[in-house]
């Protein structure tokens, strides 16, 4: 199966986006986030199209969007001044096939081209995500957050990276 990756535009299936998303939380924190949580959540509640400049897609050979990842400005204060993976999902079908890996390595190769360092967040009991950022040379930081969910916590960590590594 051939996947291409194409950058975003203002006229992207941010519908199609949505379903990425929707999907991929759905399986990937079944295990790790409350069942409350995982239900409350929709579709519409994720904005893709306010940041399309910024975003990388992976579609097949037929068009449909099957990953995205999209990066930026850092969003928090702690990191004034670097960039930011802001997220990269897969549809679960197409996730551990170095999808994800192309799509991180565009957005890195962006990053780069504007920041020194750039990081990213991930929950504390994504385990399998913290070895896959690892892999492609991310660092764990000293960073932890919490937030307050239905039913329980939401703890995330960051990873860090220099375009020099």
Same mark, same amino acid.
């Given at each position: 199966?051939?996947?291409? +990756?194409?950058?975003?535009?203002?006229?992207?299936?941010?519908? $199609?986006?949505? *379903?990425?998303?929707?999907?991929?939380?759905?399986?990937?924190?079944?295990?790790?986030? #409350? $069942?409350? =949580?995982?239900?409350? +959540?929709?579709?519409? %509640?994720?904005? #893709?199209?306010?940041?399309? %400049?910024?975003?990388?897609?992976?579609?097949?050979?037929?068009?449909?969007?099957?990953?995205?990842?999209? =990066?930026?400005? $850092?969003?928090?204060?702690? &990191?004034?001044?670097?960039? *930011?993976?802001?997220?990269?999902?897969?549809? #679960?079908? &197409?996730?551990?096939?170095?999808?994800?890996?192309? +799509?991180?390595?565009?957005?890195?190769?962006?990053?780069?081209?504007? &920041?020194?360092?750039? =990081?990213?967040?991930?929950?504390?009991?994504?385990?399998?995500?913290?070895?896959?950022?690892?892999?492609?040379?991310?660092?764990?930081?000293?960073?932890? &957050?919490?937030?307050?969910?239905?039913?329980?916590? +939401?703890?995330?960590?960051?990873? *860090?990276?220099?375009?020099?590594?």
């Amino acid at each position: 199966m051939t996947i291409k +990756l194409i950058r975003a535009t203002p006229t992207t299936d941010f519908d $199609a986006i949505r *379903e990425v998303y929707y999907q991929s939380w759905q399986a990937t924190y079944a295990d790790q986030l #409350p $069942a409350t =949580y995982l239900a409350q +959540l929709n579709r519409q %509640q994720w904005h #893709p199209e306010t940041r399309w %400049q910024t975003t990388w897609l992976a579609v097949t050979a037929n068009g449909e969007i099957v990953g995205v990842c999209s =990066y930026g400005a $850092a969003r928090n204060s702690d &990191y004034t001044g670097w960039g *930011e993976v802001y997220s990269i999902y897969l549809l #679960p079908q &197409y996730q551990r096939q170095r999808i994800g890996e192309r +799509l991180m390595k565009a957005a890195m190769k962006d990053l780069a081209t504007q &920041y020194e360092h750039y =990081y990213l967040a991930v929950l504390e009991t994504n385990v399998d995500a913290q070895h896959f950022y690892e892999q492609l040379g991310f660092k764990r930081s000293k960073h932890r &957050y919490q937030q307050a969910i239905p039913d329980g916590v +939401l703890t995330t960590m960051t990873y *860090e990276k220099s375009k020099s590594q």
